[in-house]
């Protein structure tokens, strides 16, 4: 589903079939000028660990790319489902963290 307003563009994707908002593979993103803000993602719990997750996370870097943004940003706070402290997860993906906010900047 996409939405467009003034300000941004929000873009959002949730498995078909799937109501719930956790435990479900969905992500959702909104674009703001040349920045692509990527609200939240997540994986159902059987596709975890299988690399699907870095998959998603290119997907989405190319499609901020294919709509003209020069950077992604999140927030870093908390824990992957796996443990992992997500700011770590992000700077494994090749981010840079800065307190709460994991970004990178495409060239």
Same mark, same amino acid.
């Given at each position: 589903?996409?939405?467009?307003?003034?300000?941004?563009?929000?873009?959002?994707?949730?498995?078909?079939?799937?109501?719930?908002?956790?435990?479900?593979?969905?992500? +959702?993103?909104?674009?703001?000028?040349?920045?692509?803000?990527?609200?939240?993602?997540?994986?159902?719990?059987? +596709?975890?660990?299988?690399?699907?997750?870095?998959?998603?996370?290119?997907?989405?870097?190319?499609?901020?790319?294919?709509?003209?943004?020069?950077?992604?940003?999140?927030?870093?706070?908390?824990?992957?489902?796996?443990?992992?402290?997500?700011?770590?997860?992000?700077?494994?993906?090749?981010?840079?963290?800065?307190?709460?906010?994991?970004?990178?900047?495409?060239?």
């Amino acid at each position: 589903m996409t939405h467009a307003t003034e300000s941004g563009i929000w873009i959002g994707y949730r498995k078909k079939g799937l109501t719930k908002l956790f435990n479900s593979t969905h992500f +959702d993103v909104n674009i703001i000028g040349n920045t692509f803000y990527l609200l939240s993602i997540e994986l159902e719990t059987k +596709d975890r660990g299988k690399g699907h997750g870095k998959s998603l996370y290119k997907i989405l870097e190319d499609i901020a790319k294919q709509t003209g943004c020069s950077k992604i940003e999140m927030t870093a706070s908390g824990w992957t489902k796996s443990g992992v402290p997500r700011a770590e997860y992000m700077m494994s993906l090749g981010y840079e963290v800065i307190g709460y906010t994991a970004k990178k900047e495409f060239k």
